[in-house]
């Protein structure tokens, strides 16, 4: 049984992964206008920066995880939490390390 119960996490966990890199490609392009737009060229590393790119990421990928999981029932619901987060984890970070070189090029 563990085997069993190991093997559907792990197929899973991979799926999702493959879900979430999907949405993320996606969201990525709005994602940095939308940022680039809010805080202009200003290079702010901060907790507000951080805050409202992550909540972006969130707003711009629900829609995308609710087609995916509306067009995909064999996938339980709470993975789409779990696909939202890592999605919305994965755009911000490639925001701020993109924000980071910036700043340590100047």
């Not at 899973?12 to 805080?39: A, E």
């Not at 702010?44 to 995909?72: C, F, K, T, W």
């Not at 029932?73 to 390390?97: E, T, Y």
Request: proline share 4%.
């Amino acid at each position: 049984m563990r085997v069993v119960r190991s093997f559907a996490n792990y197929y899973w966990s991979f799926r999702i992964s493959l879900y979430s890199r999907n949405v993320t490609q996606r969201i990525l392009p709005s994602l940095q206008h939308d940022t680039l737009r809010k805080y202009g060229t200003r290079l702010l590393l901060g907790n507000e920066v951080d805050g409202y790119v992550h909540a972006r990421a969130m707003q711009l990928a629900q829609p995308l995880v609710d087609r995916i999981i509306s067009e995909n029932p064999s996938i339980p619901c709470i993975l789409g939490n779990r696909m939202l987060v890592c999605s919305a984890q994965k755009a911000s970070g490639v925001i701020a390390n993109s924000r980071r070189r910036r700043l340590i090029a100047k």
